[in-house]
Each structure stands twice: as structure tokens, then as C-alpha cells.
């Protein structure tokens, strides 16, 4: 499985990461009462978002290892997760992959949508 590359930040900027549970429960109408409610399943996804700073060159790495090395973001990778410290697999959100924005001469802030994998 490929990693994220040691020549890139390997910590997101200071709040800028985020977890956003996915829902994990289905529920069921009864016809007398409350409803019934159950989890789904035991491998639950995270959504995650963060953003980096990146010079023209840690930029130009990033979107090597995205389109090359992670098939245009198709494949997971490992990276080790801001919060736990633990490494973990990740995944970039299909929809809404990243975004990059230019911040001053040679900077550039790159925020991105991940989902960490069970």
C-alpha cells in the first residue's frame, strides 16, 4: 500500500483537522411506538478534513503521489492519523478530493476531504 511521502508536511495546520462521523445506524418505523434503531455495522468510516501549507515543490510531490501513486485517488494509503498518532488507512473523498489555493510566492494552501477506512 502506498504512504504518504516523507517529503511532505506530515501534520495538517493547527485546527484545521477534522473528524465528521459517518452515520452508523438504520432505523425502522413500527406501526405502534418508537421506532427501532440498530447499528449498521461494526467498521465504522470517518470523514476527515484538514489542510496543509505547501511549497511549489511539496505541491507539485502531493499531486504526483494523487495522481500517480493513488490512481487519481482511487487507491488508499497509509498516513499517520493527526489525532491518535496511530498510522492508519485513508482513502480521498471521491467527490470533493482536495482543493488547492495559491497563498503568496511560491506557498500554497492545500485542503483536502479524506475518509479514514476501517
Known amino acids: 500500500m502506498p504512504t504518504w511521502p516523507i517529503s511532505l508536511p506530515t501534520l ?4 484545521s483537522f477534522r473528524y465528521e462521523p ?23 468510516l470517518k470523514l ?3 489542510t496543509f501549507w505547501m511549497t511549489s515543490a511539496q505541491r507539485d ?12 485517488g482511487s487507491l488508499p494509503y497509509d498516513w499517520t492519523d493527526p489525532i491518535t498518532g ?7 473523498d471521491p467527490q ?3 482543493d488547492i489555493a495559491a497563498l503568496g510566492p511560491g506557498m500554497w494552501r492545500v485542503s483536502f476531504n479524506l475518509m479514514k477506512l476501517p
Open 12 to 15: 495538517p495546520q493547527r485546527d
Open 22 to 44: 459517518q452515520a452508523n445506524v438504520a432505523s425502522f418505523g413500527t406501526e405502534v411506538g418508537p421506532g427501532k434503531v440498530r447499528r449498521r455495522s461494526t467498521a465504522r
Open 48 to 50: 476527515a478534513t484538514g
Open 61 to 72: 510531490t502531493f499531486l504526483d503521489f494523487f495522481e500517480d501513486d493513488l490512481l487519481d
Open 86 to 92: 496511530l498510522t492508519a488507512s485513508w482513502r480521498f
Open 96 to 98: 470533493s478530493p482536495y
